[in-house]
């Protein structure tokens, strides 16, 4: 899901990069208020892990890969705007220093896996937990589902901006001047990878290491509530 | 806390399984990958592709050489030096918003 550089018109890497900042603000705020000194190393360790789960590659059957972010895990563990920051630190390390993912579609891959992604699939664990026991079945259950719905809405995101390319990107000969393939190739194609083993892959991860997380260490994570989401 | 950098350890001795699996992911493909399937490149990736050129691209270390082995090591040592980096990063970066009475953060001292 790390977009490279030229697959995306400058404009398009704008765009989200400019949408980006506001995000990036307000995860500082929010962190800065809301997070406690000792829970920094712990951010720094789910980006570290963020890290490591995206370079396990998973063979798809269409011959391509695909991997696990581990966002939804940090988003429930210490909150949807700590998550934006560790995977944001992650991409950029990512792209700067081995080239995985543009430079200029930092902004885009970052809109895509360290903010829809942690938001969209804590939203859904929040929705499913109810007023469940951390570390419950239906906890685990939903932080499960949260992370396999997350990791697909990013994947389907990522496709959107994949898809749009080349219907407004032509070049004079009109051959596509950035991604050539359209959403009816690009939506199907991240989709399968996404729906059918990445997402099961997040979902299995974020469950399980919670469920560690729950057990060993109770007083670091925000086990139903989260850090006040919107810094409330 | 001592549980969870083991684990962390753990999973970048791990990491060269991560690289066992054939092919690109979806839309992250090379020059010479879009080659093969198009007979072409659009000219926004051909012109993007040499611009920025990564210390260790696609996780690999050149000066280790070509042979598998020197893959697999290779990958091993980017997600070392790169779990250090992301470390470094993510918790100064934190340390410097929860110590800095930042004025740039308006209204959200201490």
Redesign the interface.
Known sequence: ???????L?PSTCLTLGTVMLPVWYRA??V???H?D?AQ??????????A???M??????P??????AVGGVLIAIALGPWAAV??VS??L?????????G???AFGANAFNMAFVLPFTGYYTYQLLVGKSVAGSARSLMAAAVGGYVGINLAALV?AIE?GIQPLL?V?ADG???????GLSV?IP??MM?HLFVAGFVEGAVTALVLKF?WR??PELVRPINGIAVGGK | ?R???IG?VV??M??P????????????WGADE?TTA?G?I????????S?????????SMSFLGDGVMAGKIG?FL??V???G???????L???F???TDSKF?LG?KG
């Open positions: 899901m790390h977009i490279p550089d030229g697959y018109s500082s705020v962190v800065k208020k997070l000194l920094i190393p712990f951010m720094a360790m789910g980006a570290v892990f890290f490591l789960i370079m396990f590659n998973i063979p798809i269409d011959g391509t890969t695909a991997h920051i560790a630190v992650a950029f390390i990512q792209a700067l220093v081995f080239g995985d543009g430079i200029l990522a994949f990107f070049a051959t596509p001047l950035y991604s050539p393939y690009a194609a991240m990878a997380a060993t260490s | 806390m549980r969870y950098f962390l999973l970048a791990l990491t399984l991560g690289s066992l699996a054939e092919g690109t992911a979806w839309g992250e879009l198009f072409y659009p000219q926004g990736i051909e012109q993007a592709s611009w920025w050129t990564a210390a260790f691209p696609d996780y990958y980017s997600a030096l790169g779990s980096l992301i470390y470094a990063v993510t918790s970066y934190g340390k918003l929860r110590k953060f959200q």
